[in-house]
């Protein structure tokens, strides 16, 4: 399966233009959005940019996007994945959007999470494409942690802009694929192994 990812679209027009030139390029079976679809809102600005992906599209909400986005991705074309997990072509993805989490939020993803599962955040886990300004962290210990304990075949995410790019965490494939710079996020495929090709300059 050919995945695009991408994250930190920050409600620019032209990244969605982007990503449909990408489709047409790449000819991905499906989208995933890790968060951030707009800058602090409107909320029905995600709907209006997700329902111009011209594909399936699987989306979660990042730390700027406000609570009522989550209502508009529901709205829209895409799938919201946010504490769910929802099966495309038998893969199963789950997700955690945003960016501060309760104990039965984490809990219930670890419940969610096995080694066959690609899991989708906005934040990397910590030590992970995570340097920000100055080069410090600013991943997620948690998302870290869960990573180690469940081993996710692939996780998905973004929010450091600084950072695009792949990694590994365990035995895991970490996709940093964040728009925010100059990237236009990831082609990933998968099949026996995981193949990553970052987008963008």
Not at 62 to 76: A, H, K, M, Q, T
Not at 170 to 192: F, L, P, Y
Request: proline share 4%; aromatic share 6%.
């Amino acid at each position: 399966m050919r995945l695009l990812a991408i994250a930190d679209i920050h409600g620019k027009e032209f990244k969605i233009k982007e990503i449909t030139r990408n489709i047409d390029e790449f000819s991905p079976d499906l989208v995933v959005v890790c968060g951030d679809i707009t800058h602090f809102g409107p909320g029905e600005r995600a709907k209006s940019l997700l329902d111009q992906i011209p594909i399936d599209t699987l989306a979660i909400h990042g730390n700027v996007d406000p609570e009522d986005v989550l209502r508009y991705i529901d709205e829209s074309k895409a799938v919201n994945i946010h504490l769910k997990e929802c099966r495309f072509k038998g893969l199963k993805f789950v997700g955690l959007g945003g960016n501060h989490f309760s104990k039965e939020e984490l809990d219930k993803i670890r419940s969610m999470l096995d080694e066959n599962s690609v899991f989708v955040t906005h934040l990397p886990p910590y030590k992970v494409l995570d340097n920000a300004i100055f080069g410090i962290h600013a991943g997620n210990r948690d998302i870290r942690q869960i990573i180690l304990e469940r081993k996710p075949r692939l996780h998905l995410c973004g929010h450091i802009h600084e950072r695009p790019g792949f990694d590994k965490l365990g035995d895991t494939v970490v996709v940093n694929c964040s728009a925010g710079r100059t990237g236009n996020g990831a082609i990933v495929d998968m099949d026996e192994d995981i193949k990553v090709k970052m987008l963008g300059d």
